[in-house]
């Protein structure tokens, strides 16, 4: 029945959620430009991401816990419904002009607690709704939109910005919520079935934790990728300041930087979609880092004439970021069992992310003394080591088998006590 109907069920939903991703980017660039005209610091800048970061990394597992005892379609339409009644409230504040910096804070916070838990539960369902050969190809998908979404929103915002006043930006992104509230009213979403009495929460907290502890490749994958986005996220936090000071371009460079990794992002989507990765999908995934690594080590070591080359770095960063991370979301939508993918997609975010506010606080003082360019060296030379190390590690080249496949080991405590 999957096989010949989940396109009919799966897309309306998608599609929906595209939108929203969409309207949401608007509202983003919107808000992060009135924080730069309002206040003019970098601080406040730095501060509104990492109060965007935080929800995910300290109540990811908490919700994800949550998203898989709860049913995941009613999670999704109050999770959307929550961020647009917040986007709402935060348009009337704009109307009547009391709009102050923590507003946006608070908002940025209470937006990302709904997205904690609503993409939890629409990556959760996904490997439910769509057959475990197509994963790899939707990722892709995925990815490609990502890449739309990269080049259409900085001069989409800008020129609605010219239209409209904040307020209008915050109501589209309110009627793209709704738009994809509407098909999960109406679509039905299959739930992972559940064999006997429901465990008391913690105990099932406690047992997403030991899930991801006994999967080594995961595990070993998790650690590798917190190291990662350490040093990556702090490289290209600090791109503007590679552009300005390195190259000795301005606002125009930078964006045909930014636009160039869209379009790569958009092909390495494309490119995915249709070829599907190889059939073991974390070789797919080591290829792209490797690539990505090459890129990334380039964009640290070009010469500050060579600008065009670093144009043409993003872009292949951009491609092999889409290879890279497209299968490792397929691997566990198509390994983790379906009642426990709600806590290992939030764990493994937040295990993965947990770095990255260390990493972007000790950016500046680093640059400062070695340059800016060091962080795209280490960031480069890392995803190589990496990329190449993974190979070799039997744990992690059998992670598509699943957890059952390894010996388990114990925590250092007792599940809690119901």
Do not use: C
Not at 366 to 381: K, N, P, T
Not at 393 to 415: F, H, N, Q, Y
Request: hydrophobic content about 55%.
């Amino acid at each position: 029945m999957l096989e010949r109907n989940w396109k009919v069920r799966f897309f309306p939903i998608w599609v929906g959620q595209q939108f929203s991703l969409f309207g949401s980017a608007i509202a983003q660039f919107a808000l992060v430009w009135w924080l730069t005209q309002k206040t003019g610091s970098a601080t406040v800048l730095a501060t509104a991401s990492l109060v965007a970061m935080l929800p995910q990394i300290v109540l990811g597992p908490f919700a994800g816990a949550l998203v898989d005892r709860w049913n995941r379609k009613r999670v999704m339409i109050i999770a959307d419904s929550f961020i647009a009644l917040v986007s709402f409230a935060l348009a009337l504040l704009f109307w009547a002009g009391k709009t102050e910096v923590w507003h946006i804070f608070l908002v940025k916070i209470l937006r990302a607690l709904g997205g904690a838990f609503h993409w939890t539960a629409w990556a959760a369902s996904i490997s439910l709704m769509v057959p475990k050969e197509h994963l790899t190809r939707i990722s892709g998908l995925n990815q490609t939109l990502q890449g739309v979404r990269n080049i259409l929103t900085p001069p989409l915002a800008a020129f609605l910005l010219y239209l409209l006043p904040i307020s209008g930006i915050l109501m589209i992104d309110v009627l793209t919520a709704f738009l994809a509230v509407a098909p999960l009213l109406v679509v039905f979403v299959p739930q992972p079935k559940m064999e006997g009495k429901r465990p008391p929460y913690l105990r099932e907290l406690h047992e997403g934790f030991r899930y991801v502890w006994n999967w080594h490749g995961l595990f070993y994958l998790l650690l590798g990728a917190t190291l990662l986005n350490a040093l990556l996220n702090p490289a290209f936090t600090l791109l503007p300041l590679l552009v300005s000071k390195h190259f000795g371009k301005g606002a125009l460079e930078l964006g045909t930087l930014q636009a160039a990794f869209g379009f790569g992002v958009i092909g390495g989507g494309l490119i995915l979609s249709i070829w599907g990765g190889f059939k073991r999908r974390i070789y797919t995934s080591f290829l792209g880092m490797l690539g990505m690594g090459i890129g990334v080590l380039f964009l640290g070591l070009v010469p500050g004439w060579l600008f065009w080359g670093a144009v043409g770095a993003m872009a292949f960063i951009g491609i092999m970021s889409s290879i890279t991370n497209g299968p490792l979301v397929a691997i566990l939508q198509a390994a983790v069992a379906p009642e426990m993918q709600g806590r290992v997609f939030s764990i493994s975010d937040t295990l993965a992310g947990g770095a990255s506010p260390l990493g972007l606080a000790i950016a500046g003082p680093v640059a400062d003394l070695w340059g800016i360019q060091v962080w795209f060296i280490l960031g480069g030379i890392s995803l190589l080591l990496m990329g190449a190390a993974g190979f070799f590690i039997p744990a992690v080249i059998r992670i598509e088998e699943g957890p059952k496949t390894e010996p388990s080991r114990d925590l250092s405590s007792p599940p809690p006590p119901g």
